[in-house]
């Protein structure tokens, strides 16, 4: 990885690429902590630092590098346009016209690409309401100008803080954006990997207060074991995969032969990435988020006790959230691989899976090994993001996000470096050619 950052460097289109890249990261990093106007950031800050605190939005705190409990202009970071692009890889599935649109090339894309920037402002807008509304019902972590009745005051204050999340969401979209014209590319998962990155020396911190503060020695040494074994894991299933063999039949076109070559059809383990975690953890949420909206009466309902349940650190929540990674990366798989479609071009381009028979049998064949394959990935999924909330129930640590950041950061590096790479060969051709 080093080495390739070391060699990217030496190439100065790379290099310029690598300073814009920065510069955006450290525009939004900027942006991540200055606040809203009206906001008291210093009782918002306390608010979230204590150990009741919702957890969705301690999970939203984590995916925005800190920007909520700044209450910041980019407060919503990058989690409406991930989760726009997640509807929308969805409805491609369901709705005919982005199924359409999804085949079109790079025409479709850009349709397909405008429909994600139109989801985006409007969840950032749904977003900002929701954040803007636990502000004013949490008590002193808005201005006074919206704990008393001031008329158009009031509702001055109220869109300015809105209006501004979302005008951030639209801007962090941009800037992921420019990163990916002008940059070296992967524009919003560069800025999601800086501002999980960004929390590093509070997780630092934190471990040395458990560490000689609190004296909880083992819990520490093994959450730093624990972390270095997630990493190498996680390297290591990323690069996995399972090779199907194809072979070729030979024909004569003209005067020229085509095909009698082997190949194969590679499929990932972890093919769906962090998507399942991010769709049951986002799930998963929702049930904490309306118990933060509940008062003390209200919690102590049958209804707030349901919701309680789903507490992060529970074992009812760590059983629903295995369950649900896995059954988010069978769905996820299903839409990226269609086995019939895939027979059915082997079998237009004399292509076929030694000692299978084209047609049926082969589609089934394929469904097989991607099930399995889909499951291994699954369960490494669960248990990274299971992992934690055990490690934090045993050694009383709260590091029950922990699992996510890592896949994230770890999938993100991982793309860069290969990212570089690829320019790099491109640049190798180019030069050659000339």
Known sequence: MF??????????????????????????????????????????RTSMAAPDTNAFFSYLSILTG???????IFAMSVTPYINSSIIVQLLCVAIPVFERWQKEGEEGQKKLAQVTRYATVILALIQGVAFFFYLKNGGGQVSSYLSVERGFETVFAAFVIVLAFTAGSALVMWLGEMIDEKGIGNGISILLFAGILSRGPQAF?????????????????????????????????TAAERRIPI???????????????????PI??????????????????????????MNTAQQASTFGKALQLFSVQGVFYAVIYFILIIGFAYFYATIQFNPIEMANNLRKNGGAIPGIRPGQPTSDFISKILSRITLMGAI????????????GNVGKINVSLGGTSVLIMVGVALDIVRSLESQMMMRHYKGFLD
Do not use: C
Request: overall charge positive; hydrophobic content about 60%; cysteine-free.
């Open 3 to 44: 080495q390739t950052l070391r060699n990217a460097w030496k190439i100065k289109e790379i290099r310029n690429k690598i300073l814009f890249t920065i510069l955006i990261v450290l525009i939004f990093r900027i942006g991540s902590v200055i606040p809203v106007p009206y906001i008291d950031v210093e009782a918002l």
């Open 66 to 72: 800190g920007g909520l409990e700044y209450g910041a």
């Open 205 to 237: 911190g934190a471990l040395w207060q458990y560490f000689f503060e609190l004296k909880q020695y083992v819990a520490v040494i093994g959450i730093i074991i624990a972390f270095l074994v997630i990493i190498a894991f996680v390297v290591w299933m």
């Open 247 to 265: 072979q070729y039949a030979k024909r004569v076109v003209g005067n020229k032969m085509y095909g009698g070559q082997n190949t194969h059809i």
């Open 268 to 293: 990932k383990v972890n093919m769906s990435g962090v998507m399942p975690i991010i769709f049951a953890s986002s799930i998963l949420m929702v049930p904490t988020m309306i118990l933060g909206f």
């Open 380 to 391: 490494f999924l669960s248990v990274i993001a299971i992992l934690p909330i055990v490690i």
